[in-house]
């Protein structure tokens, strides 16, 4: 599984753009790149997925360059509810065990 | 919408006591993972099975950890005997396939407090 790195934490002020980046130099051909976030005392939650250039839903958008040594979760306008940590998984997309969450980035929204 | 369904949510117990967790996961998701969260930490992968299989429990303590999924529904992990150590939230979530594309729903969580 390629290895991922992210900043441990990032703060932002409401209503601004938040961009997280995860490099993962050594990503495969056939790895994906998966976002979760997690609130305190909740489960994961699924954001975002994509394979290259870039993946837009109603949450956030993900950026991928063309080399796929990182990517970007852009979240536009973030709020207070926004506050949480932010996983970036690598890995193939089908059959594959053992997704690795890492420590994650903890985002804080200040009001 | 459909839930992963978890209990208990919250557990108290007394090292060298046995402790059990249910999950009840989403109707035909095949593919069913036990993690533990530690504060502070992301969750770490105890097992994963693919219906009633188990196709990854390297990360599982095997000496006081068990996990089974008799019939490929509900599972139950076990832990006997508890140690301080294992107090941390338990994770369970459920796909309908194996690999990251499959979108993983997890539930509310366990959290284990060993005195």
């Known amino acids: 599984l390629a290895k991922t790195t992210q900043p441990i934490s990032m703060d932002s002020y409401e209503g601004q753009e938040v961009n997280i980046t995860c490099s993962h130099n050594n990503i495969a051909t056939n790895d994906y790149i998966t976002w979760y976030q997690q609130f305190p005392s909740q489960g994961p939650r699924f954001i975002i997925q994509g394979y290259k250039t870039k993946v837009t839903n109603e949450v956030a958008s993900l950026f991928i360059p063309a080399d796929r040594k990182s990517s970007t979760l852009s979240l536009p306008r973030v709020s207070l509810s926004d506050t949480a940590v932010y996983y970036c998984?690598?890995?193939?997309?089908?059959?594959?065990?053992?997704?690795?969450f890492g420590t994650g980035t903890r985002l804080t929204v200040i009001p | 919408e459909a839930e992963v369904a978890q209990s208990p949510r919250y557990k108290i117990t007394e090292k060298s006591q046995a402790v059990a967790f249910w999950c009840d996961p989403i109707s035909g998701h095949a593919t069913l993972y036990w993690y533990r969260q530690i504060l502070g930490q992301g969750p770490e992968l105890l097992v994963q099975f693919q219906d009633e299989s188990v196709v990854d429990d390297s990360q599982l303590p095997k000496d006081r950890f068990s996990a089974e999924r008799l019939k490929g529904v509900d599972s139950t992990l076990k832990i006997q005997p508890a140690e301080l150590g294992d107090s941390a939230m338990y994770l369970c979530?459920?796909?309908?396939?194996?690999?990251?594309?499959?979108?993983?729903?997890f539930g509310p969580g366990t959290r284990l407090t060993v005195t």
């Open positions: 979530a459920s796909s309908r396939g194996t690999g990251i594309s499959y979108e993983q729903y």
């Open positions: 998984l690598v890995g193939p997309g089908w059959g594959a065990n053992n997704l690795f």
